[in-house]
């Protein structure tokens, strides 16, 4: 076998989001949902989460991600922290993320910064958030300020994570804040995300004309459980390119698409530097009219991968189905844009570190096999750094590279995160690698 080599200053990442990691935030939606009992497994909570706020503990997990040969690191800025009240803006918060930045920097490892990622200011959410389209000049407002303040630590940017993920969990099965089932004003969500999406593309243009502005989408390709049934094929066929395509279309051609409306939004086109993919998984969908909130679709359960999952993989991919192939389909899917494409986010969550090593290098080897097949690959951000607060499912799922006792704040590097280091050092899959 000989090694798979990576074009050169590929950018080896890892991925966190601010309220994910940071802890201290009482002044956001997610705060506020986590109150309630039964929102959050095991009641959990984000009060401290990996402690960067108020303990500054980005320092030690960035020299990990230094001594892991990563160079490059995507992390996101609080709304709720740098605008804490509508049009307030708060100088303590932006200097924490200037020493944020600045700390990466001086490791040699370039930041990608994501503007919003699920959460929103309580202030924003008590208008509606992102059902109204107020938000777009706020958001717009928001980006703009931020890249002021910011710009001269860093000029890559990912305006809005997964927009469909947000209006999925929060508008369609309600399992997130706000906890609406309502498939229409989830559309609504995801046209205003496209038109902040837009506005902030602009906005940050201006302040800093060299920057790299990208969205990170969600891509969870939607297959038929049985291929031969026509209306199998079609719903899934909608469902894949209603959840996974529609956004990126309308960047490219300045046009909402069905279900989505028919608006047609010119400054939308070509409004992206580079493609954002978050892949983890594909999925099977049957039929089930009993669904209509679903859209008429029962995922089913995954096939073994090989191995077969524990627990705590059931509980995450349970609706997924773990599939290479599918990661190659996609970031060639994704080339037809003509702009470079970021992995910004794979992973697997994996406690014990049983499978997260396999995972990785065959999601490493299937991103290869896309760059040979002519996708502009051009960097990729391991989702994450470090086990941190995963939304609905608390301190249950463990996605880290680094193992964090949050008892005690204790890190320690995975197998994985060695792995992930020879690789990153490597800029390639050695042969040995690939055989274990
Ligand atoms: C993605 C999110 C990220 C994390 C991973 C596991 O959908 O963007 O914050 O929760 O899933």
């Known amino acids: 076998m000989t090694p798979l080599e990576f074009p050169k200053g590929f950018l080896w990442g890892t991925a966190t989001a601010a309220h994910q990691v940071e802890g ?11 109150q309630t009992p039964g929102h959050i497994k095991n009641g959990d909570k984000s009060t401290v989460a990996c402690d960067w706020w108020n303990g500054e503990r980005y320092r ?32 303590a918060a932006f200097s924490f993320y200037r020493r944020v930045l600045a700390a990466l920097r001086e490791r040699g490892i370039t930041p990608l910064v994501t503007l919003h990622h699920f959460t929103n200011p309580r202030w924003l959410a008590q208008k509606g958030a992102w059902e109204a389209r107020a938000v777009v000049p706020l958001f717009e407002r928001y980006a703009t300020r931020v890249v002021q303040e910011l710009g001269d630590l860093c000029d890559f940017w990912v305006t809005i994570n997964e927009p469909t993920v947000y209006l999925y969990a929060g508008y369609v099965n309600g399992s997130w804040t706000p906890g609406k089932k309502n498939f229409s004003l989830a559309m609504r969500v995801g046209e205003n995300m496209l038109r902040a ?72 086109m070509g409004a992206q530097d580079f493609i954002g993919v978050n892949y983890y998984f594909s999925r099977r969908i049957a039929i089930d009219l009993a669904q209509p909130a679903q859209l008429f679709a029962r995922p089913l ?30 970031l060639k899917w994704c080339a037809r844009f003509g702009k470079p494409i970021f992995v910004t986010e794979n992973g697997i969550c994996d406690r014990d570190d049983d499978f997260r090593p396999r995972y990785l290098v065959q999601h490493l080897a299937a991103m290869h096999r ?67």
């Open 197 to 268: 999406h837009v506005a902030a593309y602009h906005a940050i243009h201006r302040v800093q004309p060299h920057a790299r502005v990208g969205l990170a989408n969600s891509i969870t390709p939607l297959v038929p459980a049985n291929p031969r049934l026509w209306l199998n094929r079609t719903l899934a066929a909608f469902q894949h390119r209603t959840y996974n395509h529609l956004l990126l279309l309308a960047l490219q051609d300045g046009r909402l698409h069905f279900p989505m409306g028919n608006a047609r939004i010119p400054e939308a």
């Open 60 to 91: 030690q997990d960035f020299d990990l991600a230094q001594s892991l040969n990563t160079n490059a690191h995507r992390l996101s800025i609080e709304w709720s922290r740098v605008e804490p009240r509508e049009g307030v803006w708060s100088d």
């Open 370 to 436: 896309a760059i040979g097949n002519g996708a502009p690959v051009r960097g990729y951000f391991y989702w994450s750094l470090i086990d941190n607060f995963e939304w609905a499912e608390g301190y249950a799922l463990r996605f880290g590279l680094i193992r964090n006792d949050f008892a005690t704040q204790t890190r320690t590097p995975k197998p994985s995160a060695h792995l992930y280091a020879r690789i990153a050092r490597e800029n390639a899959l050695a042969a040995d690698v690939m055989e274990q």
């Open 301 to 330: 359960p995954p096939r073994p991968w090989g191995v077969s999952y524990d627990a705590e993989l059931n509980e995450w991919f349970g609706k997924g189905e773990i599939n290479p192939d599918a990661f190659v389909e996609t």
């Open 24 to 34: 201290g935030n009482d002044n956001n939606d997610w705060w506020d949902w986590e």
